[in-house]
């Protein structure tokens, strides 16, 4: 599957913005997560929605602030992002998993990654 990640921005510290992750193909066997990667950082885990009953896990950096959807008819995942603050800043990248996923938030579980999109939030 190929992934399609686009809607970051330029956007004020308590601002909003919605990312988008299209998928090439129709597939509900994939889980799908957002990670994200700041200047000189290693890329951490921000959510992920499960194939499985559509269950949802975040970091507890963005508890409370980001939401992970997904609508099934477009192929495509989104992460709503409110309240953004400038520790938020970073590229976010989607990725989507066949396999197991007891370890949601190790990147190394994902084999499909989307190209990353740049949110930058200003203070």
């Known amino acids: 599957v190929q992934l399609q990640a686009s809607g970051g921005g330029l956007v004020q510290a308590g601002g909003s913005l919605r990312l988008s992750c299209a998928a090439s193909?129709?597939?509900?066997?994939?889980?799908m997560a957002w990670f994200r990667q700041a200047p000189g950082k290693e890329r951490e885990f921000v959510a992920t929605?499960?194939?499985?009953?559509?269950?949802?896990y975040y970091a507890d950096s963005v508890k409370g602030r980001f939401t992970v959807s997904k609508d099934a008819a477009k192929n495509t995942v989104y992460l709503q992002m409110n309240n953004l603050k400038p520790e938020d800043t970073a590229v976010y990248y989607c990725?989507?998993?066949?396999?197991?996923?007891?370890?949601?938030?190790?990147?190394?579980?994902?084999?499909?990654w989307g190209q990353g999109t740049q949110v930058t939030v200003s203070s």
């Open positions: 929605i499960r194939r499985s009953g559509g269950y949802t």
């Open positions: 193909r129709r597939d509900n066997s994939a889980s």
């Open positions: 990725a989507a998993t066949y396999g197991p996923t007891s370890t949601y938030w190790d990147v190394n579980m994902y084999r499909y």
